[in-house]
């Protein structure tokens, strides 16, 4: 049967998952989560709450799903330790270097890939299933094909967001948080810029431009289960108790009778919703992602304004509607798809579906009226009392000792107790006393069922006695259960991590300048033959193979996003290039590809390299620190390493088609043309890369420019020219002169460089 992956922010949300019967919960600690916002759980908490899971058969993921900075790898320590202690199931990991730590100090605690590490091809899932991971969750750009291929190439459990809230960044590749104010998604700060008003330049359009629709996926269910998904996973570690446990309860009752009713979709959609439901990129056209009108809740509509009357302290709104509204419940006012307002339902009347409601302001006949909270459906999901565990109950005493045999699914739970019982003189305690006191289980977790006594004639047993037998049954029972139901894995394959390094002899490369480019003019480069090259990959021709034919100082840079059928022709194209043509891997399948055919390779940015263990166990000889460390962080890996210090970092990747959504064009009318989102802090450069399938790369509005002489001795330059024409030029100009300054026009940062993120 596939899982139900629930969210857990806090302790309320995890009891809601496990009495509507998820079959997991993810939940984070007080670092290294990506939802550092949400009340969470600690490591002095942890084992009361996964045997608390275990307890309702439920297993118990913990998220380590953030970047990690060199002085912050002790305390990666002490989490490891306490996921291997109190036998968590598994971990989430964004960060490698949680990889050859876990096989150190929990390696009995099976290792998923966070969809932060942004896996969407069979490649860079082979790298995954290599170093021992036993699960990926898949970016959710993926679609059918992209994760019936990685089934097809793999031995790896797949899991899939199938409900909640979507980045419009491809997974584990947003900065746009981080360069707006310091606050990483990378570090589970998001701000969501991305939910705020945007103007864009091939319409003029102004709106939520980047925000996109919440998806749901529970009418798919099947296709996805055809394709391979293991895990489907819901988002929403910020949301109530209640949203969790309405959800899991839906997708629960999907999954096990197979049907989904309208009543289903839009109780969903009262919990939560933003611009309707989307199929996600696995089900839905690439220009229906996005709701531009507003970037919240919006519910569910359920009737109009008809009239607006004003007296003397509030206003008296009418409105028609087939729900049931009630005091309590809240609603938003929508007038053209966008919000005006919205309050808390107080009736003065209510007759024939027609409710008269109090409000604080004016509205228009015709604005839209939305449920937004539905009381009755918080109270339902709202959970006081978990659920009874119903066992089944056989009890033998005799004047020694007294046995149970507990029945709990389909496994016998055998309890003994020696005792000194005497015989009775007036009044032997009768079956019907033992039965009583076995029934008052109160405030335990457990109910006993088909209660079976035998017990020999003529025993006086107190019934303080036979009240402690039970508590000491129950609490045996307790922690017998909760054995069982540990799926702690004493096997986990992730010591293979160790071992990785010796499969691929990956070459010793020179520490170096690294230029990347679009083109460069090789006869007028002025540079020292050590310094690397990287050059785009959809700017390959016959005259760059020639010059790697006598130089091996040449790199290809790789499109970040490739779907099954983009990787085909990147492949082809790959094995006609000369094999000292090395790889500048921006991603795991980049570098995949680099090591599985011998290639040198420069480990990129995109691989958000923010520490040595992640370094050394890639076998990485050159690579550039992530842009999001500060000097001094990066000073703090204690290796030689290259710094982006010129150009537009790439903020966000897209693989919706915004073009289509602002122009209603079609592929085959395409009208894009390289084009700007704009907001108060400048214009972001809109890119279209083209394979098979079209990405979009939105460059910074401000160019990264550091001078040669801040970086210290033991550091290169790493700068991306791709955006200036003269791009020869400028390239020679930086390396060779200290004092080099660029054109006064262009707006300049120092990014992260002398201040770091949170």
Same mark, same amino acid.
């Given at each position: 049967?596939?899982?139900?992956? *629930?969210?857990?922010?806090?302790?309320?949300?995890?009891?809601?998952? /496990?009495?509507?019967?998820?079959?997991?919960?993810?939940?984070?600690?007080?670092?290294?989560?990506?939802?550092?916002?949400?009340?969470?759980?600690?490591?002095?908490?942890?084992?009361?709450?996964?045997?608390?899971?275990?307890?309702?058969?439920?297993?118990?993921?913990?998220?380590?799903?953030?970047?990690?900075?060199?002085?912050?790898?002790?305390?990666?320590?002490?989490?490891?330790?306490?996921?291997?202690?109190?036998?968590?199931?598994?971990?989430?990991?964004?960060?490698?270097?949680?990889?050859?730590?876990?096989?150190?100090?929990?390696?009995?605690?099976?290792?998923?890939?966070?969809?932060?590490?942004?896996?969407?091809?069979?490649?860079?899932?082979?790298?995954?299933?290599?170093?021992?991971?036993?699960?990926?969750?898949?970016?959710?750009?993926?679609?059918?094909?992209?994760?019936?291929?990685?089934?097809?190439?793999?031995?790896?459990?797949?899991?899939?967001?199938?409900?909640?809230?979507?980045?419009?960044?491809?997974?584990?590749?947003?900065?746009?948080?981080?360069? *707006?104010?310091?606050? *990483?998604?990378?570090?589970?700060?998001?701000?969501?810029?991305?939910?705020?008003?945007?103007?864009?330049?091939?319409?003029?359009?102004?709106?939520?431009?980047?925000?996109?629709?919440?998806?749901?996926?529970?009418?798919?269910?099947?296709?996805?289960?055809?394709?391979?998904?293991?895990?489907?996973?819901?988002?929403?570690?910020?949301?109530?108790?209640?949203? /969790?446990?309405?959800?899991?309860?839906?997708?629960? $009752?999907?999954?096990?009778?197979?049907?989904?009713?309208?009543?289903?979709? &839009?109780?969903?959609?009262?919990?939560?919703?933003?611009?309707?439901?989307?199929?996600?990129?696995?089900?839905?056209?690439?220009? $229906?992602?996005?709701?531009?009108?507003?970037?919240?809740?919006?519910?569910? !509509?359920?009737?109009?304004?008809?009239?607006?009357?004003?007296?003397?302290?509030?206003?008296?709104?009418?409105?028609?509607?087939?729900?049931?509204? $009630?005091?309590?419940?809240?609603?938003?006012?929508?007038?053209?798809? &966008?919000?005006?307002?919205?309050?808390?339902?107080?009736?003065?009347?209510?007759?024939?579906?027609?409710?008269?409601?109090?409000?604080?302001?004016?509205?228009?006949?015709?604005?839209?009226?939305?449920?937004?909270?539905?009381?009755?459906?918080?109270?339902?999901?709202?959970?006081?009392?978990?659920?009874?565990?119903?066992?089944? /109950?056989?009890?033998?005493?005799?004047?020694?000792?007294?046995?149970?045999?507990?029945?709990?699914?389909?496994?016998?739970?055998?309890?003994?107790?020696?005792?000194?019982?005497?015989?009775?003189?007036?009044?032997?305690?009768?079956?019907?006393?033992? $039965?009583?006191?076995?029934?008052?289980?109160?405030?335990?977790?457990?109910?006993?069922?088909?209660?079976?006594?035998?017990?020999?004639?003529?025993?006086?047993?107190?019934?303080?006695?036979?009240?402690?037998?039970?508590?000491?049954?129950?609490?045996?029972?307790?922690?017998?259960?909760?054995?069982?139901?540990?799926?702690?894995?004493?096997?986990?394959?992730?010591?293979?991590?160790?071992?990785?390094?010796?499969?691929?002899?990956?070459?010793?490369?020179?520490?170096?300048?690294?230029?990347?480019?679009? !083109?460069?003019?090789?006869?007028?480069?002025?540079?020292?033959?050590?310094?690397?090259?990287?050059?785009?990959?959809?700017?390959?021709?016959?005259?760059?193979?020639?010059?790697?034919?006598?130089?091996?100082?040449?790199?290809?840079?790789?499109?970040?996003?490739?779907?099954?059928?983009?990787?085909?022709?990147?492949?082809?194209?790959?094995?006609?290039?000369?094999?000292?043509?090395? /790889?500048?891997?921006?991603?795991?399948?980049?570098?995949?590809?680099?090591?599985?055919?011998?290639?040198?390779?420069?480990?990129?940015?995109?691989?958000?390299?923010?520490?040595?263990?992640?370094?050394?166990?890639?076998?990485?000889?050159?690579?550039?620190?992530?842009?999001?460390?500060?000097?001094?962080?990066?000073?703090?890996?204690?290796?030689?390493?290259?710094?982006?210090?010129?150009?537009?970092?790439?903020?966000?990747?897209? &693989?919706?088609?915004?073009?289509?959504?602002?122009?209603?064009?079609?592929?085959?009318?395409?009208?894009?043309?390289?084009?700007?989102?704009?907001? !108060?802090?400048?214009?972001?450069?809109?890119?279209?890369?083209?394979?098979?399938?079209?990405?979009?790369?939105?460059?910074?509005?401000?160019?990264?420019?550091?001078?040669?002489?801040?970086?210290?001795?033991?550091?290169?330059? &790493?700068?991306?020219?791709?955006?200036?024409?003269?791009?020869?030029?400028?390239?020679?100009?930086?390396?060779?002169?200290?004092?080099?300054?660029? *054109?006064?026009?262009?707006?300049?940062?120092?990014?992260?460089?002398?201040?770091?993120?949170?």
């Amino acid at each position: 049967m596939v899982e139900i992956l *629930s969210p857990a922010g806090n302790i309320a949300a995890l009891k809601s998952a /496990v009495a509507n019967r998820a079959d997991a919960v993810y939940l984070g600690v007080e670092q290294f989560n990506a939802r550092l916002k949400a009340d969470n759980f600690s490591t002095q908490n942890l084992k009361e709450w996964v045997e608390f899971c275990h307890l309702y058969s439920t297993k118990v993921y913990v998220t380590v799903n953030t970047l990690i900075k060199e002085k912050e790898l002790p305390i990666l320590d002490e989490i490891l330790i306490a996921c291997e202690n109190t036998k968590v199931d598994a971990i989430i990991v964004a960060d490698l270097a949680v990889v050859p730590k876990a096989a150190k100090l929990c390696p009995s605690v099976s290792l998923h890939a966070s969809t932060q590490m942004g896996v969407h091809n069979y490649l860079g899932a082979k790298l995954l299933e290599e170093l021992g991971f036993s699960r990926v969750v898949l970016s959710r750009e993926c679609k059918i094909e992209d994760i019936r291929s990685i089934k097809q190439h793999t031995n790896l459990e797949i899991e899939y967001f199938v409900h909640g809230a979507m980045c419009v960044s491809f997974s584990g590749s947003c900065l746009l948080s981080s360069i *707006s104010g310091g606050n *990483s998604g990378n570090r589970g700060l998001c701000l969501q810029p991305c939910r705020k008003e945007y103007n864009e330049s091939l319409t003029g359009s102004k709106g939520y431009l980047i925000s996109p629709k919440d998806q749901c996926l529970i009418e798919n269910l099947q296709d996805l289960i055809y394709a391979g998904v293991d895990s489907f996973k819901i988002e929403g570690r910020l949301k109530s108790a209640e949203y /969790v446990g309405l959800v899991t309860a839906k997708y629960k $009752k999907a999954i096990e009778s197979g049907m989904v009713t309208n009543g289903d979709i &839009c109780e969903m959609k009262r919990a939560f919703n933003r611009g309707g439901f989307s199929k996600g990129y696995a089900f839905t056209s690439k220009d $229906k992602i996005l709701y531009t009108k507003s970037q919240n809740h919006i519910g569910e !509509k359920i009737g109009e304004v008809l009239n607006c009357v004003k007296t003397k302290d509030y206003f008296k709104i009418e409105i028609k509607s087939d729900f049931n509204l $009630k005091n309590g419940d809240g609603v938003k006012i929508m007038r053209n798809d &966008c919000e005006v307002g919205g309050f808390e339902i107080s009736i003065i009347e209510s007759k024939d579906k027609h409710y008269k409601l109090y409000s604080k302001y004016p509205f228009g006949r015709g604005d839209s009226v939305h449920i937004t909270y539905d009381s009755d459906l918080s109270n339902k999901y709202s959970v006081n009392d978990m659920p009874k565990i119903t066992v089944e /109950v056989e009890c033998s005493i005799t004047c020694d000792n007294v046995e149970i045999a507990a029945i709990y699914k389909n496994h016998k739970i055998e309890y003994s107790e020696k005792c000194n019982f005497d015989s009775a003189i007036n009044n032997p305690t009768a079956v019907s006393d033992i $039965k009583n006191s076995l029934e008052k289980t109160g405030n335990t977790p457990f109910e006993f069922t088909k209660i079976g006594i035998n017990i020999q004639d003529n025993l006086f047993i107190p019934k303080s006695v036979i009240n402690n037998i039970r508590r000491n049954f129950v609490e045996f029972l307790r922690k017998e259960i909760i054995r069982l139901n540990s799926f702690y894995n004493t096997k986990s394959s992730h010591n293979n991590s160790l071992d990785f390094g010796k499969k691929y002899q990956i070459s010793s490369i020179e520490n170096s300048d690294i230029i990347i480019a679009d !083109k460069i003019d090789f006869d007028s480069l002025n540079c020292k033959s050590s310094t690397k090259i990287a050059l785009n990959y959809n700017n390959f021709d016959k005259s760059i193979l020639n010059y790697a034919k006598n130089h091996n100082n040449l790199y290809i840079k790789l499109p970040k996003i490739a779907m099954t059928a983009d990787v085909n022709v990147i492949l082809k194209f790959m094995e006609n290039l000369p094999k000292n043509v090395g /790889v500048y891997a921006d991603s795991l399948y980049h570098y995949y590809i680099a090591v599985s055919q011998g290639r040198n390779v420069i480990g990129g940015m995109g691989l958000n390299l923010y520490n040595s263990e992640s370094v050394k166990l890639l076998g990485l000889k050159s690579f550039v620190a992530s842009s999001e460390l500060s000097k001094n962080e990066i000073e703090d890996i204690g290796m030689p390493c290259a710094v982006f210090t010129l150009g537009y970092l790439h903020v966000m990747y897209f &693989c919706h088609c915004p073009v289509q959504h602002f122009t209603n064009c079609k592929c085959d009318s395409c009208k894009y043309k390289p084009y700007y989102l704009s907001d !108060k802090y400048g214009e972001y450069k809109v890119k279209r890369v083209k394979i098979i399938n079209c990405y979009f790369e939105m460059l910074n509005s401000n160019c990264h420019f550091i001078t040669k002489d801040k970086l210290g001795n033991e550091h290169f330059a &790493c700068i991306d020219v791709s955006e200036f024409e003269n791009s020869t030029q400028i390239a020679n100009n930086y390396l060779n002169s200290s004092c080099f300054i660029l *054109s006064n026009s262009i707006k300049l940062t120092k990014g992260h460089y002398f201040r770091g993120v949170k």
